[in-house]
């Protein structure tokens, strides 16, 4: 009896189906795991970090921006200019840990990470923050100069010791306090947090900025401003018009930083505001290099010509880094043929083999050396990125099990 060719097609868009029914089923069935049928793989994005639980609600913190500062904290920061002094000794890498410390962004509050061995001091005018710092128990090494004129950081490790503990953001805030206080002469005095947004270290100035929403009457206007004595007193003082739709309030005469950041939580939970933030000096990050031994061979990623291909025809994958790593929570279904399920350089959840041969690799792995284009597809999604292995698209081996 004849077989119609038309057989093996059906059976497979069947199979497709059956797939995708199952894995709506298990998403939508309360309590249930979130494993993924296989010879169709569950990946997470590349280089996520684990995240046990989304952001607390009310706090619109995206888990990916938890996470990012996660292990990966000590290499982050020193990425950032702070591995050393002008004299050249090492700095030890800046330590962050959580705190209750919000920075508004619009409607919402993102939690901030707090640095426990730097601060950031402004110095007065003709006033060098040397001197005054010297007389607070720091050491000349332990301060160096911002490439913002005026600004110096400083590790507090010869004040504060190691900082390491419950009591650390306590310390923190004591020596900021201290250094704020009216018998200081420096000018501003502010504690170093992580940018939840690009991994660097954030400074808050003594200067806000503001923007109010466009219905917003000027009584209402007034009425934020008025809120917060402070700020109410700069814009008093100043020559700031209510009525434009962005304002920068200069706070002189504030001097420490956490009342800055404050303030500006006060006023962005006001009706009339439509944003309100710290002027902040962040460290920018560019044109993330990772340290996978073959990524200077991928040319799709990065093109410097090395395969005698043209500099720059490439995906740009090293801009688009500096954005985001990836996050655990983002998930894609791989439907093809066997993926490797130990593979050390994929991050993935636990497949099903759908076809024939299920009794042989029911995870999905593949049963001979034809069977594995999966790998490769599975690692140009959700390869592991800065970790020393591979290449960021695929760990490569010379083994069978390892080549698509």
């Given at each position: 009896?004849k077989t119609s060719k038309k057989f093996p097609a059906l059976?497979?868009?069947?199979?497709?189906?059956?797939?995708?029914?199952?894995?709506?089923?298990?998403n939508s069935t309360p309590g249930s795991s979130s494993e993924?049928?296989?010879?169709?793989?569950?990946?997470?994005?590349?280089?996520?970090?684990?995240?046990?639980?989304?952001?607390?609600?009310?706090?619109?913190?995206?888990?990916?921006?938890?996470?990012?500062?996660?292990?990966?904290?000590?290499t982050i920061y020193e990425k950032v200019g702070l591995g050393?002094?002008?004299?050249?000794?090492?700095?030890?890498?800046?330590?962050?840990?959580?705190?209750?410390?919000?920075?508004?962004?619009?409607?919402?509050?993102?939690?901030?990470?707090?640095?426990?061995?730097?601060?950031?001091?402004?110095?007065?005018?003709?006033?060098?923050?040397?001197?005054?710092?010297?007389?607070?128990?720091?050491?000349?090494?332990?301060?160096?100069?911002?490439?913002?004129?005026?600004?110096?950081?400083?590790?507090?490790?010869?004040?504060?010791?190691?900082?390491?503990?419950?009591?650390?953001?306590?310390?923190?805030?004591?020596?900021?306090?201290?250094?704020?206080?009216?018998?200081?002469?420096?000018?501003?005095?502010?504690?170093?947090?992580?940018?939840?947004?690009?991994?660097?270290?954030?400074?808050?100035?003594?200067?806000?900025?503001?923007?109010?929403?466009?219905?917003?009457?000027?009584?209402?206007?007034?009425?934020?401003?008025?809120?917060?004595?402070?700020?109410?007193?700069?814009?008093?003082?100043?020559?700031?018009?209510?009525?434009?739709?962005?304002?920068?309030?200069?706070?002189?005469?504030?001097?420490?930083?956490?009342?800055?950041?404050?303030?500006?939580?006060?006023?962005?939970?006001?009706?009339?505001?439509?944003?309100?933030?710290?002027?902040?000096?962040?460290?920018?990050?560019?044109?993330?290099?990772?340290?996978?031994?073959?990524?200077?061979?991928?040319?799709?990623?990065?093109?410097?010509?090395?395969?005698?291909?043209?500099?720059?025809?490439?995906?740009?994958?090293?801009?688009?880094?500096?954005?985001?790593?990836?996050?655990?929570?983002?998930?894609?279904?791989?439907?093809?043929?066997?993926?490797?399920?130990?593979?050390?350089?994929?991050?993935?959840?636990?497949?099903?083999?759908?076809?024939?041969?299920?009794?042989?690799?029911?995870?999905?792995?593949?049963?001979?050396?034809?069977?594995?284009?999966?790998?490769?597809?599975?690692?140009?999604?959700?390869?592991?990125?800065?970790?020393?292995?591979?290449?960021?698209?695929?760990?490569?081996?010379?083994?069978?099990?390892?080549?698509?």
């Amino acid at each position: 009896m004849k077989t119609s060719k038309k057989f093996p097609a059906l059976v497979f868009f069947f199979l497709l189906l059956l797939a995708l029914f199952l894995v709506n089923f298990r998403n939508s069935t309360p309590g249930s795991s979130s494993e993924v049928p296989e010879k169709s793989v569950t990946l997470t994005a590349p280089d996520a970090q684990n995240v046990s639980a989304p952001a607390d609600e009310g706090t619109d913190i995206a888990p990916a921006a938890i996470q990012t500062f996660g292990d990966k904290s000590e290499t982050i920061y020193e990425k950032v200019g702070l591995g050393s002094t002008p004299e050249g000794e090492e700095w030890e890498p800046a330590r962050a840990v959580d705190s209750e410390f919000t920075l508004p962004h619009f409607d919402k509050r993102k939690k901030l990470r707090i640095v426990t061995n730097r601060i950031a001091v402004m110095e007065n005018a003709g006033a060098p923050a040397t001197t005054t710092m010297a007389r607070a128990g720091f050491a000349e090494t332990d301060l160096k100069a911002h490439p913002i004129l005026g600004w110096t950081f400083a590790r507090t490790e010869t004040v504060l010791g190691e900082n390491k503990g419950a009591d650390a953001i306590d310390k923190i805030s004591g020596l900021v306090n201290s250094l704020a206080g009216e018998e200081s002469n420096l000018g501003f005095s502010s504690p170093v947090f992580v940018d939840p947004e690009l991994g660097g270290l954030l400074v808050v100035t003594p200067q806000i900025l503001m923007g109010f929403k466009p219905d917003a009457a000027m009584a209402d206007r007034l009425a934020a401003i008025k809120a917060v004595p402070k700020v109410n007193e700069a814009v008093t003082a100043g020559v700031i018009d209510l009525a434009q739709s962005y304002i920068k309030i200069p706070l002189n005469g504030v001097r420490n930083g956490f009342d800055v950041l404050s303030y500006v939580n006060d006023l962005a939970g006001h009706g009339s505001v439509l944003y309100a933030e710290p002027d902040m000096i962040f460290e920018g990050i560019g044109a993330l290099t990772p340290n996978d031994p073959e990524f200077a061979n991928c040319w799709g990623l990065e093109n410097t010509g090395q395969s005698s291909g043209q500099v720059d025809f490439d995906m740009d994958a090293s801009a688009a880094w500096d954005t985001t790593t990836g996050s655990s929570t983002v998930k894609v279904l791989i439907i093809d043929t066997g993926v490797q399920q130990n593979h050390p350089d994929i991050k993935q959840l636990t497949g099903k083999d759908f076809t024939s041969e299920s009794g042989t690799s029911p995870n999905g792995d593949p049963v001979n050396s034809f069977d594995n284009h999966g790998t490769p597809v599975a690692g140009a999604v959700s390869a592991s990125i800065n970790n020393s292995t591979g290449s960021c698209l695929l760990y490569t081996s010379p083994s069978p099990r390892d080549r698509g």
